[in-house]
């Protein structure tokens, strides 16, 4: 229980709240938790979405499929991490999710009522500008990381897209050495690439002398585009 507070204390939503008045803000938002198998569907994309999901622990990624079961990785949430809360803002009535949201591993989420976050009650009135704050500075942040990705996916070829990807990585740890939170298959679902184009790619690489890797840990040798890690 006290890693699920110490969770909650550090979550982007709840900054600034004290610890004593966190369990009635919690009850006021009807919050519900939550525990998912791995590999389980939290969110189907086309339901409708009413709830913000935050993650407490585990593996839980946002994922895209096409028709022909194709699966692209938008980003993975870490705990603390929030989901959906765009689409639950767009409308009172529930927007219709375009993504799904799935349990890489077994993981805890608890969810908030979305229209308890805009309609306080008398208790938790005093907390509300705090939260609408925090909601609109996470809303920005993920539209910060949206851009970030297209950045990626609008270089022309599988190198520049990993490098890209991998540049970025270095520069959010401040180190040429750092571990990524995804698998081989992952990362290629993630940078829209084909697994193997990308493995050949990273061999190639490794041969110039541009990076080592072991697994889903990277040590940039150069810094490709020159980016500035301080």
């Known amino acids: 229980m006290q ?10 939503l709840f900054a600034g709240i004290p610890g004593n008045d966190l369990g009635q803000v919690l009850h006021s938002l009807h919050a519900d938790r939550k525990t998912y198998s791995a590999f389980q569907f939290l969110l189907h994309a086309g339901d409708p979405v009413e709830q913000i999901g935050i993650v407490l622990d585990g593996r839980v990624q ?3 499929e096409d028709f022909s079961g194709n699966r692209t990785i938008l980003t993975e949430l870490a705990p603390g991490e929030l989901f959906a809360e765009a689409f639950a803002c767009s409308s009172q009535c529930g927007a219709i999710l375009p993504v799904s949201v799935f349990s890489v591993s077994e ?8 229209r308890w976050l805009v309609q306080p009650d008398s208790k938790t009135r005093s907390w509300h500008p705090v939260l609408i704050r925090n909601m609109l500075a996470i809303l920005a942040d993920k539209n910060q990381l949206l851009g970030r990705r297209i950045r990626h996916l609008s270089k022309r070829t599988t190198r ?6 991998l540049t ?3 520069t959010t740890h401040k180190n040429l050495e750092f571990s990524i939170p995804f698998s081989r298959q992952e990362l290629a679902d993630y940078l829209c690439v084909e697994r193997s184009a990308m493995s050949s790619v990273l061999s190639s690489l ?5 990076l080592e890797v072991s697994r889903r840990k990277f040590k940039l040798k150069i810094i490709p585009y020159g980016e500035n890690l301080s």
Do not use: M, R
């Not at 993981?107 to 979305?114: K, Q």
């Open 107 to 114: 993981s805890s989420v608890l969810w908030i009522d979305y």
């Open 160 to 165: 520049d897209k990993l490098l890209s990807f």
């Open 62 to 64: 946002v994922i895209q």
């Open 3 to 12: 890693s699920i507070l110490e969770c909650l204390y550090a979550c982007p």
């Open 206 to 210: 490794q041969k110039e002398g541009v």
């Open 168 to 170: 970025e990585q270095a």
